[in-house]
């Protein structure tokens, strides 16, 4: 967080799963929906 304490971005998501799905499954969609959405500064890849 910038040392102001203004957020900039503030994601909210949510998911519903009908079926089995493994973790890494749900990671990789939440990534794939979000990629190029928030600019390269906040490459989700490179924050994890």
């Known amino acids: 967080m910038?040392?102001?304490?203004?957020v900039k971005y503030h994601v909210?998501?949510?998911y519903e799963v009908d079926?089995?799905?493994e973790r890494a499954?749900?990671?990789g969609a939440i990534f794939g929906q979000t990629e190029?959405?928030?600019g390269?500064?906040?490459?989700l890849n490179e924050l994890q």
Do not use: F, R, T, Y
């Not at 910038?2 to 203004?6: A, K, V, W």
């Not at 390269?40 to 490459?43: A, K, L």
């Open 2 to 6: 910038p040392q102001s304490g203004i």
């Open 12 to 14: 909210k998501l949510s």
């Open 19 to 21: 079926g089995l799905v």
């Open 25 to 27: 499954d749900i990671i």
């Open 36 to 38: 190029g959405l928030l």
């Open 40 to 43: 390269p500064e906040m490459n």
